[in-house]
Nanobody, 119 residues
């Protein structure tokens, strides 16, 4: 069973950078990964996706040019994959709880990690 855990959120100032981590344990092959976010009173939205090959990264317009993704080499010993969402030039409207999941969101959601951007 796949387990997703997001981490390394925090409180930052406008214009700061932050790199979120998604640690995936269990069988996670064949599809890419997406990052999502949800702010109070809003629907969860996808913000960035990486394909399985890691060569294609797609971001929504609101974060394009500011957010990107990468990942570590798969850890076979621990059956763990680690993906990152690297965020720069953060804005107050980026404040949300951030989650990772497959592009089709088929896995159980992790706890998310809170990002708060203070002006």
């Amino acid at each position: 069973q796949v387990q997703l855990v997001e981490s390394v959120g925090g409180l930052v100032q406008v214009g700061a950078s932050l790199a979120l981590r998604c640690t995936i344990t269990g069988p996670f092959r064949g599809l890419g990964l997406s990052w999502y976010r949800q702010s109070p009173g809003s629907e969860r939205e996808r913000v960035a996706s990486m394909d399985w090959g890691g060569m294609n990264i797609d971001c929504v317009d609101s974060v394009k040019g500011r957010f990107t993704m990468d990942r570590d080499t798969y850890d076979r010993d621990r059956s763990t994959s680690t993906y990152y969402l690297r965020m720069t030039a953060l804005k107050p409207e980026d404040t949300a709880v951030y989650y990772c999941n497959r592009p089709d969101a088929r896995e159980n959601w992790g706890p998310g990690t809170q990002v708060t951007v203070s002006s």
